[in-house]
Nanobody
């Protein structure tokens, strides 16, 4: 599986961005997808996860109520709608995939190259 993120950028605090992640392959609907982020000097952290069908989504407490993850299996794409952005959301955002179900433990199997999100105060 190859993953390509897009639509990161620079936004003012309180603004919105919508990230996209396009996946290759014919079995996209059999992958649990995730968004993770890493800020300079910090550990990579979980942001959101979505199940095969999109019926189940999980969010980090820090983004709950502000971010929404969704997927379109017909387009092999997942999205991360980010609203009410804060300077502390500044990070490189990575899309990731695994063939395990949404309850999996451990790391993802496939990763995108990342897209930078910068939130100015």
């Amino acid at each position: 599986v190859q993953l390509v993120e897009s639509w990161g950028g620079l936004v003012q605090a309180g603004g919105s961005l919508r990230l996209s992640c396009a996946a290759s392959g014919r079995t996209f609907s059999t992958y649990t997808m995730g968004w993770l982020r890493q800020a300079p000097g910090k550990e990579r952290e979980f942001v959101a996860r979505i199940s095969f069908s999109g019926a189940i989504t999980l969010y980090a407490d820090s983004v709950k109520g502000r971010f929404t993850m969704s997927r379109d299996n017909a387009k092999n794409t997942v999205y991360l709608q980010m609203n009410s952005l804060k300077p502390e959301d500044t990070a490189a955002y990575y899309c990731a995939a695994t063939s395990r179900d949404w309850k999996f433990l451990g790391d993802y199997d496939y990763w995108g190259q990342g897209t930078q999100v910068t939130v100015s105060s």
